[in-house]
């Protein structure tokens, strides 16, 4: 495991009629909820620990409700413990109120389980290798396997509890103001139409669109130096697996804030 050597938590508040320049429009979320949504972990369990332990900093700071902490999926791949990963949000279920999105890695991983050549030619594409070692897969003998071979190659390693957590996460939360997607959604559909699986994959069309939305959207997938805090919609990942730094976001009534933890240690 890398070392996290910084800690920082950022607070943006963003009261209605007190908007600041940079800050994304007043958007509410449900009175008596405190709702975190965490950015892509992409195998940092570094991170992720990291920003646990900030969360609890963070809830103990502001006291005033349970809070719900959203994952927008990519937990896996690229960063070096992907199991890891997956096995410590499992156990956070048991600790703490979360809910979870799937992401395009986590629907890749569930198709080669399923045995699709395809996926498995993606799953090598993007970041896989790191997964499957995570898993205790050799080297050697991943880097042996054909594509045809790989679904019963990782069937072989991936842990039943893994694949049913992967199989149960969520497409899109819609709470208050709010829309947690992993991706985003088609700005030419409204919410009710949206076909879910794009929200998984949907990139320029989505960050180059202008708004307004129905929702604030909360996302992930496109990668981003700092979290975007926009009119419209809210980006959270700042590429924790090469950049060392893992962002979330506090939302509270009115109030929306950042929390973020970096490590000196790069990939």
Not at 169 to 189: L, S, T, W
Request: hydrophobic fraction near 45%.
């Amino acid at each position: 495991m890398f070392p996290v050597n910084i800690f920082h938590a950022l607070r943006r508040s963003n009261r209605q009629g007190k908007q600041r320049p940079g800050l994304a429009r007043a958007a509410v979320s449900p009175a008596g909820q405190t709702i975190y949504a965490v950015g892509d972990i992409h195998g940092r369990l570094d991170l992720l620990d990291a920003l646990i332990a900030q969360l609890q900093v963070d809830r103990e700071y502001i006291r005033q409700f349970p809070p719900l902490i959203i994952f927008l999926g990519d937990l896996i791949d690229r960063g070096p413990q992907s199991a890891q990963v997956l096995d410590r949000l499992i156990g956070l279920q048991d600790q703490a109120s979360t809910r979870f999105i799937q992401g395009n890695h986590e629907e890749v991983l569930l198709r080669l389980l399923d045995g699709d050549p395809e996926a498995a030619r993606q799953f090598a594409r993007f970041g896989g290798r790191a997964t499957a070692l995570s898993y205790g897969i050799a080297p050697l003998e991943y880097d042996a396997c054909t594509f045809d071979d790989l679904p019963a190659l990782m069937n072989r390693y991936v842990p039943a509890s893994h694949r049913i957590f992967l199989g149960q996460m969520e497409e899109m939360i819609i709470i208050g103001d709010y829309a947690f997607v992993h991706a985003g959604i088609d700005p030419a559909r409204a919410l009710a139409e949206q076909l879910l699986p794009r929200t998984r994959w949907i990139r320029a069309q989505f960050t180059s669109h202008p708004g307004p939305f129905e929702k604030m959207i909360v996302h992930g997938h496109s990668i981003s130096v700092d979290a975007e805090l926009l009119d419209h919609r809210i980006g959270l990942d700042t590429g924790a697996y090469r950049s060392g730094l893992l962002s979330a976001i506090g939302l509270s009534g009115h109030d929306r804030w950042l929390v973020q933890v970096r490590s000196a240690q790069q990939l």
